[in-house]
């Protein structure tokens, strides 16, 4: 027998070098990052943390746009500069050291500050996968933001500032497909199983089998055979607490007993038990998934259409004429207490239901890209399999753009008068964070940044939050230590705070790229004093 041919030297060392998150998002999920392009506004202690957790995973490339010069301020924040730097470009300089880290990645800079960008060179933005801005101005933030909504480009706005963390995730519309949910529950369709797996259910007699193959039988046949009995007793399947104790007691009534009368051991009818609370029920399609296909994006489709709706089009479709109103099946069959004979012949049983689902799913995607003249090669047979596998678990969210926010005509303050009224929210911060860029517009600087106005400054930022909160129809700050606290920090960044929400920040950005797991949706904000956080829809 031919021996199969070695992989290559590079395949095997971009394995070794990146195995532990390829186990995470999969070989398409780290193609995507290496073909992502990243651009970072302002290289503060923050903003190179929040790179240094793209660049070491292998983001494929970067861009700094930063126009100041290293101070001393900087070398106490961030990691990568020293005394040697003060002086010198921030941009350059960020650049080297991070490119340092890991040599597949590509980095370049801006010497400019992102207001001229955005004044002379608007398009300068449109080829980003991401943006990521730290300590971004409020004029120059509601500029951005208008354009990368227009370009549903995603925005990470973020902020450090002494004790507070501040994240927000700006995205018109997102979906994912891999959202690896905590607790996934197998797709076995035990209630109302397809064709060859009750034939196969069917072709194993439990009373008839030796003990040795009693005590191998997979736990889903156990599970299907007493369900099977319950049906015909009862009508249906057990729908409460009470019916399946009493569905467990009749599994647990067929483990086989010694000559003593004692029950024998056998792990795959305690794994049947076990099952009996996930794996039991009517099988539905989960009102979340179905919220999806009923979208207006997913019924009216144009040459325009993302993929990911084409082929949710497509899933539709399958549903309400080939698959009898059920999604396409996942094929995948949980580790279980079998011999390999058995195991094998379940899964393929599944694996080629699932496989028959996917192709009848592919047709469809085909026909669907005739109909609204886009090339049937646009989305490939690969990425079908893959949204069929995930169907059960896909997932859009729409955001709102962060310019809306500074519009006292858009912005919705409800949720903000809401979260007030508890003295204990962490919705204060927010408000604080909005009246010290207040601050800035009026006063050029961070409130307390110079050690002589610290008093006076405690005035000025109660008057610029005041201000905001009557523009929002709100009532008065519960407790006044917030203020006195912000203009203490004197707009001074901490390492350890920014190196936190750098990873954050870097987590929420491999998820837009990869289209991987659910993103933080609109705020969220982190208090290293209490180490508590919090997410808000504003």
């Given at each position: 027998?031919?021996?199969?041919?070695?992989?290559?030297?590079?395949?095997?060392?971009r394995?070794?070098?990146?195995?532990?998150?390829?186990?995470?998002?999969?070989?398409?999920?780290?193609?995507?990052?290496?073909?992502a392009?990243?651009?970072?506004?302002n290289?503060?202690?923050?903003?190179?943390?929040?790179?240094?957790?793209?660049?070491?995973?292998?983001?494929?490339?970067?861009?700094?746009?930063?126009?100041?010069?290293?101070?001393d301020d900087d070398?106490?924040?961030?990691?990568?500069?020293?005394?040697?730097?003060?002086?010198?470009?921030?941009?350059?300089?960020?650049?080297?050291?991070?490119?340092?880290?890991?040599?597949?990645?590509?980095?370049?800079?801006?010497?400019?500050?992102?207001?001229?960008?955005?004044?002379?060179?608007?398009?300068?933005?449109?080829n980003?996968?991401?943006?990521?801005?730290?300590?971004?101005?409020?004029?120059?933030?509601?500029?951005?933001?208008?354009?990368?909504?227009?370009?549903?480009?995603?925005l990470?706005?973020?902020?450090?500032?002494?004790?507070?963390?501040?994240?927000?995730?700006q995205?018109?519309e997102?979906?994912?497909?891999?959202?690896?949910?905590?607790?996934?529950?197998?797709?076995?369709?035990?209630?109302?199983?397809?064709?060859?797996?009750?034939?196969?259910?069917?072709?194993?007699?439990?009373?008839?089998?030796?003990?040795?193959d009693?005590?191998?039988?997979?736990?889903?046949?156990?599970?299907?055979?007493?369900?099977?009995?319950?049906?015909?007793?009862?009508?249906?399947?057990?729908?409460?607490?009470?019916e399946?104790?009493?569905?467990?007691?009749?599994?647990?009534?067929?483990?086989?007993?010694?000559?003593?009368?004692?029950?024998?051991?056998?792990?795959?009818?305690?794994?049947?038990?076990?099952?009996?609370?996930?794996?039991?029920?009517?099988?539905?399609?989960?009102?979340?998934?179905?919220?999806?296909?009923?979208?207006?994006?997913?019924?009216?489709?144009t040459?325009?259409?993302?993929?990911?709706?084409?082929?949710a089009?497509?899933?539709?479709?399958?549903?309400?004429?080939?698959?009898?109103?059920?999604?396409?099946?996942?094929?995948?069959v949980?580790?279980?207490?079998?011999?390999?004979?058995?195991?094998?012949?379940?899964?393929?049983?599944?694996?080629?239901?699932?496989?028959?689902?996917?192709?009848?799913?592919?047709?469809?995607t085909?026909?669907?890209l005739?109909?609204?003249?886009?090339?049937?090669?646009?989305i490939?047979?690969k990425?079908?399999?893959?949204?069929?596998?995930?169907?059960?678990?896909?997932?859009?969210?729409?955001?709102?753009?962060?310019?809306?926010?500074?519009?006292?005509?858009?912005?919705?303050?409800?949720?903000?008068?809401?979260?007030?009224?508890?003295?204990?929210?962490?919705m204060v911060?927010?408000?604080v964070?909005?009246?010290?860029?207040?601050?800035?517009?009026?006063?050029?600087?961070?409130?307390?940044?110079?050690?002589?106005?610290?008093?006076?400054?405690?005035?000025?930022?109660?008057?610029?939050?005041?201000?905001?909160?009557?523009?929002?129809?709100?009532?008065?700050?519960?407790?006044?230590?917030?203020?006195?606290e912000?203009?203490?920090?004197?707009?001074?960044?901490?390492?350890?705070?920014?190196?936190?929400?750098?990873?954050l920040?870097?987590?929420?950005?491999?998820?837009?790229?990869?289209?991987?797991?659910?993103?933080?949706?609109?705020?969220?904000?982190?208090?290293?004093?209490?180490?508590?956080?919090?997410?808000f829809?504003?």
């Amino acid at each position: 027998m031919a021996s199969p041919s070695p992989k290559s030297p590079e395949q095997s060392e971009r394995t070794r070098k990146y195995d532990r998150q390829l186990r995470l998002w999969g070989d398409h999920g780290q193609a995507a990052l290496e073909g992502a392009h990243v651009c970072l506004i302002n290289a503060t202690g923050l903003g190179t943390e929040i790179l240094k957790s793209l660049v070491l995973p292998g983001i494929g490339a970067f861009t700094i746009i930063d126009s100041k010069k290293i101070s001393d301020d900087d070398i106490g924040a961030n990691f990568f500069l020293d005394s040697e730097s003060v002086g010198k470009s921030r941009a350059e300089i960020a650049t080297q050291v991070l490119l340092e880290l890991n040599s597949d990645v590509r980095g370049d800079y801006v010497d400019e500050g992102p207001e001229q960008i955005l004044s002379n060179s608007p398009d300068f933005f449109n080829n980003f996968t991401v943006v990521i801005t730290t300590a971004l101005p409020e004029k120059s933030l509601i500029r951005l933001s208008k354009i990368l909504w227009d370009l549903d480009i995603p925005l990470i706005v973020c902020r450090s500032l002494g004790f507070i963390a501040y994240m927000r995730v700006q995205t018109r519309e997102h979906t994912v497909i891999e959202t690896h949910p905590d607790n996934e529950t197998p797709d076995l369709r035990l209630d109302n199983p397809f064709e060859t797996l009750k034939n196969h259910f069917d072709s194993i007699n439990l009373d008839e089998l030796d003990l040795k193959d009693h005590t191998h039988v997979p736990y889903v046949v156990i599970l299907y055979k007493y369900l099977e009995k319950w049906i015909s007793e009862n009508g249906d399947v057990p729908k409460n607490y009470k019916e399946k104790q009493q569905l467990r007691d009749m599994i647990r009534s067929g483990i086989r007993k010694d000559e003593h009368d004692n029950p024998i051991d056998e792990e795959n009818f305690e794994e049947a038990i076990k099952a009996v609370n996930t794996s039991v029920g009517r099988y539905e399609v989960p009102p979340s998934v179905m919220e999806v296909l009923n979208d207006d994006c997913c019924i009216n489709l144009t040459a325009k259409s993302k993929p990911f709706w084409i082929i949710a089009k497509a899933v539709k479709d399958f549903m309400e004429n080939d698959g009898s109103n059920s999604l396409p099946l996942k094929g995948a069959v949980p580790d279980m207490t079998a011999d390999t004979e058995k195991y094998i012949s379940l899964q393929q049983v599944y694996h080629k239901q699932a496989a028959a689902d996917a192709e009848a799913v592919w047709r469809r995607t085909v026909h669907l890209l005739r109909q609204i003249g886009r090339p049937s090669d646009a989305i490939t047979e690969k990425d079908v399999k893959l949204f069929c596998r995930h169907a059960s678990n896909i997932y859009i969210q729409r955001g709102s753009c962060i310019a809306d926010e500074y519009d006292p005509k858009t912005v919705d303050a409800s949720e903000m008068a809401q979260s007030l009224e508890n003295p204990e929210s962490m919705m204060v911060y927010y408000v604080v964070l909005r009246g010290i860029e207040k601050f800035q517009v009026e006063y050029n600087s961070y409130p307390g940044e110079f050690d002589d106005h610290v008093e006076p400054d405690i005035v000025k930022l109660k008057a610029c939050i005041s201000k905001l909160l009557m523009e929002w129809g709100c009532g008065p700050l519960a407790k006044d230590d917030y203020v006195h606290e912000f203009c203490r920090y004197g707009g001074s960044e901490l390492h350890s705070v920014s190196a936190f929400l750098g990873g954050l920040a870097a987590q929420e950005t491999i998820k837009f790229i990869t289209n991987q797991c659910k993103p933080i949706h609109n705020t969220f904000i982190y208090d290293a004093v209490t180490s508590n956080s919090a997410s808000f829809f504003i």
